[in-house]
Each structure stands twice: as C-alpha cells, then as structure tokens.
C-alpha cells in the first residue's frame, strides 16, 4: 500500500511539473546536460543550468529504491526534468554535474511544491 502511495505522489509531482512547463527529459553525458531526444543538441554545461526544485522519494519496502527528481530550467528556457538514484545506486555522471551546478549558486527553490 505504501508503495502505490509514493507511486502516486512521483506521479503527482511529474503532473504538475509538465503543468508548470518542465516538459523536456534530461540524460547528462561527458559532462554535459541533453534534453532527450534530441541528438543534435550540443547539451547544457553547468553554467547554464538552473536547479529550481526538487523532489526526495524513498521506498518504504525497499531502500534501494531512492531518487530524487530535479526541476531544471536551462539559459535559452528550456525546462525538464531529470531523475537521479541515490545511495548505493547513484549516477555517478548526474551526480557530478549537478554538484557543479550548486557549487555555483545556481540552486534556486521556486516552490514547486
């Protein structure tokens, strides 16, 4: 029952996410952010990058089931999502980039909530 719950409030948040405009779906490689599905783009670097929200779902049943799921909002407007695992089956690439993205002050909370 607690599972279906949480399941249901991720998918609550992406609902109101896409509401707010966050439409796009980000993947980071070789240090860079790209909207999926979009094979030209030449991907975000850190510096035009904003993380306006972002959401911590943990799994009661199992603890291996921990993510959490960033709001991004990039220079030229762009918004969307990414999804991160945390714990023992952290991203390593997405964790990294989105350090360098705090590690600037480019961590705004907007309340999305």
Do not use: C, W
């Not at 199992?62 to 023992?88: F, H, W």
């Amino acid at each position: 029952m607690q599972d279906k719950e949480e399941e249901r409030s991720l998918v609550n948040v992406e609902n109101k996410l896409t509401k707010d405009g966050f439409t796009a779906d980000f993947r980071v490689a070789d240090g860079r952010l790209y909207p999926l599905g979009d094979d030209r783009h030449q991907g975000y670097t850190p510096e035009e990058v904003t993380i306006v929200d972002f959401y911590r779902f943990e799994g009661e049943s199992n603890p291996d089931d921990m993510s959490i799921l960033y709001a991004i909002e990039a220079a030229d407007g762009t918004k969307g999502t990414i999804s991160a695992p945390y714990g023992v089956y952290a991203d390593e690439q997405i964790d990294e980039f989105l350090k360098r993205v705090e590690d600037l002050g480019k961590n705004l909370m907007k309340g999305h909530k």
